[in-house]
């Protein structure tokens, strides 16, 4: 028995690119979708893109094993592969092991210096000091 949602064999084997990263936040926000559907959406922030550029990403990121597809209707259904959320730390394990040597406090302190507004500051204080409770 066949199952209807194609995935790829190969697995994630590099990093999304910008504008894949665009692709999959509507995917994220929005659900599973059809190219059209991703068009669309993907429209809304970048006016400059078409259609058939959509769908030839989505069908490289397809078959990189960045999105799934369902192909038992007529217009195949895209979605994520991964969670945002475990893609986000997958990235971010991969940038503070290049960039800051494994070290996640480095990656902090950098950003604490010169990337953090006051409010953003207070924010992080009171996150840090409930989570001693």
Request: zero cysteines; proline letters at 3%; hydrophobic letters at 35%.
């Amino acid at each position: 028995m066949s199952s209807s949602k194609n995935i790829p064999i190969s697995t994630q084997t590099r990093k999304p690119t910008k504008a894949e990263l665009m692709l999959l936040g509507v995917l994220w926000q929005h659900g599973p979708a059809t190219a059209k559907q991703v068009f669309e959406h993907a429209q809304k922030q970048r006016p400059e893109v078409n259609q058939a550029t959509v769908l030839r990403q989505l069908q490289i990121m397809h078959s990189d094993g960045l999105l799934t597809r369902d192909e038992s209707a007529r217009s195949h259904v895209y979605a994520a592969a991964q969670a945002q959320e475990k893609l986000q730390t997958n990235l971010l394990k991969d940038f503070i092991q290049r960039a800051f040597s494994g070290s996640g406090k480095e990656l902090i302190m950098a950003a604490l210096k010169e990337h953090v507004s006051d409010k953003d500051r207070a924010e992080i204080q009171e996150f840090l000091h409930g989570d001693k409770k």
